[in-house]
């Protein structure tokens, strides 16, 4: 009796489940009073989604847990992380604090002094219960294994029962995780073991990078018009989870585009890069095509506002969306949230009107061949009722909150309708602006970054996988705009552009080489089997400008 107290037995099945209980529960305590302090029970949905939660953090520790601890492994494995854990799940909890990349930083950076500061009595009692004792009794502990073939099957069979429990969850309660998921984004760095794990190779992933060399593309680009009696300015205005679906230019049933229904636009439906901004607005302006594009490579090599700009344009960006994810990096930029205009901006956020208030006096004041870059907030979800004035409220009843798990599927659908309506009137309303300036060779090209779920197949939101996401998240609207200058002197066969443009699969690949056609820049980085103003390009005509 005494030895087996000494050195207590357990079969390695029941050694994971148990330690996987142990920090889904004990060494998260921050997650669990978050969760307490921001999940609202209001129907049975909320319910449901508030009981799934702990299959949510305990399936995928679980399953992680069932690939590594394997014998040899098992014990120094569970005894670092349950340190470094209770160390951890005490900082989160006593000063709460969430574990980042850049709290990582923090922690390489601290010195011996601010480390004596922090670790305090209680700090050590903490993690002595919390960690060092559970340690010691692993140290201790007989894991019993059984062979090779059979705890394989054991193993494999548990993860995918809890794989298809946490799925069941999942897929009833998907509206609720991807509501509050949105609406509280900081939830993920209260995650114990994954968070710092994750920050941790985040955190050396960009010490690396930052000894990488920035790569220059085509060092000759320039601009190549014959003339220059007419002066360009280009518009490109980059949408935010617009969705084709949602568009009656393309067949939806209700009015979202009364506006550009009247211009004499080119409407196309394309594919997108990726599911998110992040992935899709790099590569918008990428000369790679999406089998060829890598996220972190973008950020370290030059783009089409780089060789817009290095072949003799005047550049500027404005920004209402969260950043240009480094595209806009080395041009002037302008964050409508930092200016501030009261006539549009409320606190944190700004109607996409922000960004044309004065754009034609800016444009009145060119000196130069010019491309303006409009980053609009769009449909940017869940809170789509922040993204237009009350006088866009057209379609009702209106889903008024950031919970969208607690509004009905058509009012959901109603509020991102009118987001549309919004945007519908922020690209006709920039038209409008190009189209005073007879003088000029004026043009635009509106292109949305990615879709939206509005609760096909109970999916919301976006930023699933690629390959398994619905075409609500990948098929996007694009707008093209030319004044008459810039049809006669660009020899474009407008017509025929609308035609093609009607039938023809276009993607985000198109974007950069035709606009760098369009803009008349002679690059190396041009490829026109990409380029979708090719096959309209009238042939052999000698006009002067």
Not at 9 to 21: A, C, R, T
Not at 118 to 126: G, R
């Amino acid at each position: 009796m005494s030895s087996k107290l000494l050195k207590p037995v357990m079969k390695s099945y029941w050694f994971i489940f148990m330690i996987s209980l142990y920090f889904s529960f004990v060494l998260n305590i921050s997650f669990w009073r978050f969760m307490a302090d921001n999940i609202e029970i209001t129907n049975f949905g909320t319910i449901w989604f508030a009981l799934s939660l702990p299959f949510f953090i305990f399936v995928p520790l679980y399953i992680v847990f069932n690939i590594f601890l394997t014998p040899y492994l098992a014990k120094p494995i569970s005894i670092s992380l349950l340190l470094i854990s209770s160390a951890a799940n005490y900082f989160m909890y006593a000063y709460g604090v969430y574990i980042d990349s850049d709290m990582i930083t923090n922690v390489f950076e601290t010195t011996a002094r601010e480390t004596f500061d922090l670790t305090t009595l209680s700090f050590f009692v903490s993690v002595f219960i919390t960690g060092v004792i559970p340690s010691i009794i692993i140290f201790f502990m007989k894991i019993e294994y059984k062979t090779l073939k059979t705890e394989l099957k054991i193993r494999i069979l548990a993860s995918v029962v809890s794989i298809f429990i946490l799925g069941f969850f999942i897929a009833v309660s998907y509206k609720e995780y991807a509501s509050f998921g949105r609406n509280n984004r900081e939830v993920r760095k209260l995650l114990n073991t994954v968070n710092y794990i994750y920050s941790v190779a985040k955190y050396f992933r960009l010490k690396a990078d930052a000894k990488r060399e920035f790569v220059r593309l085509d060092e000759n680009a320039k601009h190549v018009s014959d003339t220059d009696l007419h002066k360009s300015v280009f518009v490109i205005v980059i949408g935010e989870t617009a969705r084709t679906k949602s568009f009656s230019l393309g067949g939806y049933t209700k009015e979202t585009n009364p506006l550009l229904s009247k211009q004499d636009i080119i409407y196309s439906k394309i594919s997108s890069c990726g599911t998110s901004t992040a992935v899709s607005l790099p590569c918008i302006f990428s000369s790679l095509p999406q089998k060829d594009f890598d996220k972190n490579n973008a950020k370290y090599t030059e783009n089409l506002i780089d060789i817009v700009a290095k072949s003799g344009y005047d550049v500027w960006w404005e920004d209402n969306d969260d950043g240009c994810k480094d595209v806009c990096a080395r041009v002037k930029t302008e964050y409508t949230v930092k200016t501030n205009n009261p006539k549009y901006c409320f606190g944190s956020y700004c109607h996409d009107e922000a960004l044309i208030d004065g754009l034609e006096d800016k444009i009145k004041d060119i000196k130069n061949d010019t491309v303006i870059v409009l980053h609009t907030m769009g449909s940017h979800g869940p809170t789509y009722y922040n993204r237009y004035p009350d006088k866009f409220k057209r379609f009702t009843p209106t889903c008024d909150t950031a919970n969208i798990q607690n509004c009905s599927k058509e009012a959901i659908v109603n509020t991102y309708d009118n987001t549309i309506l919004y945007t519908d009137y922020i690209i006709s309303s920039t038209i409008d602006i190009l189209k005073k300036f007879t003088n000029l060779e004026t043009g635009l090209m509106y292109v949305s970054d990615h879709g939206e779920s509005l609760g096909e197949d109970n999916v919301y939101l976006h930023g699933l996988p690629y390959m398994i996401a619905p075409k609500e998240q990948t098929e996007v609207p694009m707008i093209i705009w030319m004044s008459e200058n810039m049809k006669k002197y660009n020899r474009i066969d407008y017509e025929c552009m609308k035609k093609e443009a009607s039938y023809k699969s276009y993607s985000h690949d198109n974007i950069f080489h035709s606009i760098i056609s369009l803009l008349e820049i002679d690059t190396t980085l041009y490829d026109e089997k990409y380029d979708i103003f090719k096959e309209c390009q009238i042939k052999n005509n000698n006009i002067k400008k």
